[in-house]
């Protein structure tokens, strides 16, 4: 069997009911993830998942499929390392082959203060529970054979960070496994429906009025990308959010032999190799917020200079796909998880560019709020009134923010 193909998986769909205990609105890997926590770890199997497209067709599947948790705050670094758990353990769980590898991720330095904030960065890691070294210019030719430590003669490699647990996953095969387990233990998963407004009861949300028509709920949960504004919005909530276009492309096939993820954020570029052989690129977000999926030459253009002046060989490649996905920015860079102070609409927003690596421990955190009507410990510093109470989590932690 090709292993690209994926012939196991088995997804049931059924027509979708007038009344679910929650509504999730957002079929991709955040939504998707809630709806089976809720029914794998507290038995609530009567919710419905609701997708205007097909599942995985937003941001989910649009992302460069990188996990790790070397963050640059403590209440970061614990969320995503909680997260790296989940997705080490994810393909045991569903017995579902997600292509999960760990790779190992390589924060390269260029400056002074780049060497700065590559040894805060390990220390921070190391100190709550996320295993990263600061690393010589030696051990990164080491780990990446490939590298130009001269940069080019202008962005000369000082040393870098090392986070072990950087890896990646297929990013369709972990949307594909969390849908699956849910419909397998009662949870409704519908393709091809839109939310065009909230029932309501006064200020309180009682469900979605859809293009299927009305469906009732007790909870319904935004697990919404870029267009999160325009739902929030339906409900009565105006949340802080802008959204940008991200774009990525893909080369042509080069021997497999590149190993780690490599990443320069004073460059504001990484690369990683795709089990294909394919090199994965991404920069940072456009500077103009837009609903746009479009794609220009533009990141073509700046990203591939950045690339080869650290990894001379990808100039003789050619690139092959560049796509855009659209995401939820927060004014601090962090997600945007728990109530909203309108009763029952919830949101797990502000995504950014690390959305994908965030999926096991939304999706978990989330369920564990709906099934308690608790905020658990581990989310609570990204609850939406941060901002009113001046407790924002700034940090750039990755360089599509910039």
Same mark, same amino acid.
């Given at each position: 069997m090709n292993e690209f193909q994926e012939r196991k998986i088995n997804l049931t769909w059924r027509e979708p009911k007038r009344s679910y205990d929650v509504v999730i609105v957002g079929g991709g890997g955040h939504g998707l993830a809630a709806a089976y926590y809720l029914a794998t770890r507290h038995g609530i199997t009567n919710v419905a998942v609701l997708e205007r497209n097909y599942i995985g067709s937003g941001n989910s599947g649009r992302n460069t499929t990188i996990i790790r948790a070397n963050y640059g705050i403590p209440e970061s670094v614990k969320f995503y390392q909680r997260s790296v758990d989940l997705y080490q353990s994810l393909e045991a769980e569903t017995d579902r082959w997600i292509m999960h590898k760990q790779k190992g991720l390589i924060n390269v330095a260029h400056n002074e203060a780049g060497l700065r904030t590559e040894r805060a960065r390990a220390a921070v890691n190391a100190a709550f529970g996320s295993k990263t070294d600061f690393i010589t210019p030696a051990e990164v030719k080491k780990l990446c054979p490939q590298i130009d430590l001269s940069g080019g003669g202008e962005y000369p490699v000082l040393g870098a960070s090392y986070h072990h647990s950087g890896s990646t996953a297929r990013h369709d095969r972990v949307v594909w496994a969390y849908a699956e387990g849910a419909m397998q233990r009662g949870v409704d998963v519908h393709q091809r429906i839109s939310v065009t407004g909230m029932l309501k009861d006064g200020d309180k949300v009682t469900g979605v009025q859809t293009t299927a028509g009305p469906i009732s709920a007790k909870v319904v949960m935004s697990a919404v990308g870029g267009q999160v504004t325009q739902l929030a919005d339906m409900a009565g909530v105006r949340l802080p959010i802008r959204s940008h276009p991200l774009q990525a492309f893909v080369t042509n096939h080069y021997s497999l032999s590149f190993e780690p993820i490599l990443a320069s954020p004073a460059l504001l570029f990484y690369v990683s190799q795709t089990a294909r052989g394919e090199m994965l690129m991404g920069a940072e977000i456009d500077r103009q917020p837009s609903y746009s999926y479009g794609t220009g030459h533009h990141l073509l253009q700046t990203t591939s200079y950045r690339a080869i002046t650290l990894l001379p060989f990808l100039r003789d490649l050619r690139i092959l796909r560049q796509w855009t996905g659209v995401c939820d920015m927060s004014p601090d860079y962090s997600p945007i998880m728990g109530f909203t102070g309108v009763e029952g609409?919830?949101?797990?927003?502000?995504?950014?560019?690390?959305?994908?690596?965030?999926?096991?421990?939304?999706?978990?955190?989330?369920?564990?709020?709906?099934?308690?009507?608790?905020?658990?410990?581990?989310?609570?510093? $990204? *609850?939406? %009134? /941060? $901002? *009113?109470? %001046? /407790?924002?989590?700034? %940090? /750039?932690?990755?360089?599509?923010?910039?």
């Open positions: 609409f919830i949101i797990t927003s502000g995504w950014g560019t690390w959305g994908f690596k965030g999926i096991p421990a939304s999706g978990e955190q989330m369920a564990e709020l709906i099934a308690t009507g608790k905020t658990p410990e581990l989310i609570a510093p $990204f *609850a939406l %009134d /941060r $901002f *009113a109470r %001046d /407790r924002t989590m700034a %940090d /750039r932690g990755s360089a599509g923010t910039h």
